[in-house]
């Protein structure tokens, strides 16, 4: 069965340093999202991805976020300057035809910022 | 924007016993209400959906139900088994986003 892949797993990261997060969608979706998942709290949206552009992008996204698909297959997350409170597990997502189909999500890789 | 509200936030119950969560949601222009999984350290993983153009699905021993004039839906579970055991979290759309429920912990007691 397809599945979106993340990478890596867990990340442990300096506060201030960059980090970029990894993501291989369901080969056939067009539609591409992160979220977040702060420990013991629900999942939060962060970005939609469409047509190598931004679609949506919730509050939480704000300058220090980008998102970039450099290739046919890889859809990555960075975080420019890391601050403590970026610690959280950060999903990828796809989906074949926007947000009112089905949604698959990835593992996730946790983002532990010292 | 879209708020969802679920409930209860943890739920214990026997082996073979039926559990419900509920969830509303604010926003009347949402059509797509998924139900994910989700297992402890892994990511959410859908186990059923419903659009706004019906209003019961079954699968199995799982069943959603939607009421759109009052913005209800709900996760019905029969005959449960201790590997039900996980967070379940209700979303609804809005335009290109799911905005989640806080999730249910569901735990299934041998």
């Known amino acids: 069965e397809p599945e979106v892949t993340q990478t890596p797993s867990h990340q442990v990261t300096q506060m201030g340093q960059e980090v970029i997060l990894r993501c291989v969608p369901i080969?056939?979706?067009?539609?591409f999202y992160w979220y977040r998942q702060i420990l013991g709290q629900k999942v939060e949206f962060l970005v939609s991805f469409y047509n190598n552009e931004i679609s949506e992008k919730s509050e939480i996204f704000d300058d220090q976020f980008s998102v970039e698909r450099p290739d046919g297959s890889n859809f990555t997350l960075k975080i420019r300057s890391t601050k403590l409170e970026d610690s959280a597990m950060y999903f990828c997502?796809?989906?074949?035809?926007?947000?009112?189909?089905?949604?698959?999500f990835g593992q996730g890789t946790r983002l532990t910022v010292v | 924007g879209e708020n969802v509200e679920q409930h209860p936030s943890t739920l214990s119950v026997q082996e073979g016993d039926s559990a419900v969560i509920k969830c509303t949601y604010s926003d009347s222009a949402s059509n797509y209400f998924p139900w994910y999984k989700q297992e402890l350290g892994k990511g959410p993983q859908l186990i059923i959906d419903i659009r706004s153009n019906v209003g019961e699905k079954k699968d199995q021993r799982i069943a959603v139900t939607l009421n759109k004039t009052a913005k209800h839906f709900s996760l019905h579970i029969t005959e449960t088994q201790p590997e039900d055991s996980a967070v379940y979290f209700c979303a609804a759309n809005l335009g290109s986003t799911l905005t989640f429920g806080k999730g249910t912990m569901l735990l299934v007691s041998p």
């Open positions: 080969s056939n979706h067009l539609y």
């Open positions: 997502a796809s989906s074949e035809e926007g947000m009112n189909t089905e949604a698959f």
